[in-house]
């Protein structure tokens, strides 16, 4: 692994099911978040992590949770999928300081 | 709230161009501003990044400059390719390292 690695790469998924995005980085990064991505709004924050074991929430956290048990994975659980939620989810990541952020190549989720 | 805009939202024109795109944000006390590129279907990929100490940055063909001051970065590809089309997006910190993304400008480089 390089990087960020996010899992699956899409999913198609019934309505009222429960799913979870995996995010996994090996870059020991302390920070990781969840964007979703959606034509005309652009990127919006669901919910971040700034070290393993703390959690925060975004502009558009409900629906969403997340944990971050450990350094290298934060996964992404939607309880009961709406299609609403149907979008582009982008895992990154980025060290304290003064870094900048590194992302994962999706996960396209489409609610039905 | 940081507010961050991008002009223009597309952009089309001949290979060869040298070309500008540019991206203002609200609230000039930021850390660093970071410019992406994202190809269709595809995530994000981090082109430059510019600390707040400093006023500009190069890689390859490309030049970003921020002006804190003013509340301004520009992103200056020269001799465009076609292979440079995609949509480019500049993001700041809102706070200590959650960003603000401008929605984004479209290029399209014609051979």
């Excluded at chain 1, 070290?51 to 949770?65: F, I, L, N, Q, R």
């Excluded at chain 2, 961050?4 to 000039?28: H, Y």
């Amino acid at each position: 692994i390089a990087g960020i690695t996010q899992a699956p790469t899409s999913q198609i998924l019934a309505a009222g099911r429960r799913m979870t995005l995996r995010c996994t980085q090996d870059m020991r990064h302390n920070a990781m978040y969840w964007y979703r991505q959606d034509l005309g709004l652009g990127l919006r924050l669901i919910h971040y992590s700034n070290t393993a074991g703390t959690t925060g929430k975004g502009e558009v956290p409900d629906g969403y949770s997340v944990s971050r048990a450990n350094t290298d994975d934060f996964p992404l659980t939607l309880a009961s999928a709406v299609p609403s939620q149907t979008s582009v989810y982008f895992c990154a990541s980025s060290s304290t300081g003064e870094g900048g952020y590194t992302f994962g190549s999706g996960t396209r989720l489409t609610v039905v | 709230k940081q507010e961050v805009t991008q002009i223009p939202a597309a952009l089309s024109v001949p290979e060869g161009e040298n070309l500008v795109l540019n991206c203002s944000f609200t609230d000039s006390a930021i850390y660093n501003l970071q410019w992406f590129r994202q190809d269709p279907g595809k995530g994000l990929t981090s082109l430059l990044l510019i600390q707040s100490s400093q006023r500009e940055q190069t890689s390859g063909r490309l030049n970003a400059s921020l002006d804190k001051s003013s509340g301004r970065s520009t992103l200056y590809i020269a001799a465009s390719q076609p292979g440079d089309s995609a949509t480019y997006l500049c993001a700041v910190p809102r706070d200590f390292n959650k960003f603000y993304f401008g929605s984004g400008t479209k290029l399209n480089v014609k051979p």
